[in-house]
């Protein structure tokens, strides 16, 4: 049976902790090896294993896309090789991996499989409390909207979304923080005449609905739903909020957002200004600029590196 290691690192070393005897393991793979043999087994280049029986690749360095397309022209099929630090790419090639499960055993894959390191593991659970589909929508924005609902315990308010679109987000923040009240803004019919979306932007908006948002959200008895143009269907709410998601795309309502939602958060609750750092949504960063310069002050926020660029504002 042909098991390699892609590796000769700590990563390697790991697998053989982890339980995956080094006689199971046929050689060790590496690119520039600076020894011949590793735990007492062959360390080969990767074109040596030209011709040799592989029935499953484990590769245990990080250079997944390079490493995949060494194995492509050595002809090794995707079904026979498990990425372990892929962690923090966004599709699961192990998917593909048919061989793993059956050469190693349920236990020992799921030992070895790579988890998602920027949450904490807490003793005995799981580590992210999102389905997988959730976080391989934007896996940054979703991760630490879960790292953050983890320190909201002792601060007081609901939770809010200003520009729910079709619940996506709105579902893992009611999945989240289950016991919270979560209301709900949107028009459910786009953005306002004035905002200044596209033809086609607009389009795509209007298709939703609040039946829609309901089934995406796996606590829908916490959700107050607030149809209409903001900030209009307010209509009076006075509310306190531990966090809010700010997703309206354009300047004016993100401006009115602020102004509504930062004052009414709780010292240390957060509000997520989604598409900051987007360049095809400018108006975002303006909205946030004229409200700093309206308060005269600073605002405590720290960047996220996901895919729109969100900003998270932190209330002191
Ligand atoms: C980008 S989508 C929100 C996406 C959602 N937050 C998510 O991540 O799944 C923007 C939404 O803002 C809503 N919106 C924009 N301006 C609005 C306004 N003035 N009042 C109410 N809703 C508005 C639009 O209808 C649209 O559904």
Known sequence: MGIYVWGIGCGASEVVEKGLA??????????SPSVERFLNRP?????????????????TIRHTEAVAAQCAALGLPEDRILYLKNSLTLTDRNSR??????????????????????????AGGASTALPREALDGDYVRLATLEL???????VPGAAAELGVYRGQFAGSIN???????LYLFDSFQGFASEAGASAAFQAAHEATSIQRVRSALPHPEQA??????????????????????????????????????W???????????????????????QALEQYRQELGGVLPAVPLPDRSGTLVLCKP
């Open 224 to 261: 107050v739903f607030k149809p209409g143009f903001f900030p209009d269907s307010l209509d009076g709410l006075e509310e306190r909020f531990c966090l809010v998601s700010l997703d309206v795309d354009f300047v004016q309502t993100t401006l009115e957002g602020l102004r509504y939602f």
């Open 148 to 154: 953050l609902t983890r320190q909201l315990e002792a």
């Open 263 to 285: 004052p009414r958060l709780s010292s240390g609750g957060y509000l997520l200004l989604h598409d900051w750092g987007n360049p095809g949504l400018p108006g975002v960063a």
């Open 175 to 181: 999945q989240l923080l289950p016991r919270r009240k």
């Open 22 to 31: 080094p006689e199971r393991i046929a050689a060790f793979v590496d690119s």
């Open 97 to 122: 991996c048919t061989a793993a499960k059956a050469l190693l055993g349920e236990n020992l894959l799921e030992r070895l499989l790579p988890r998602y390191h920027v949450i904490p593991e807490p």
């Open 43 to 59: 360390v080969l280049l990767p074109e040596a294993l030209e011709g040799k029986d592989c029935d499953l690749m484990i590769v």
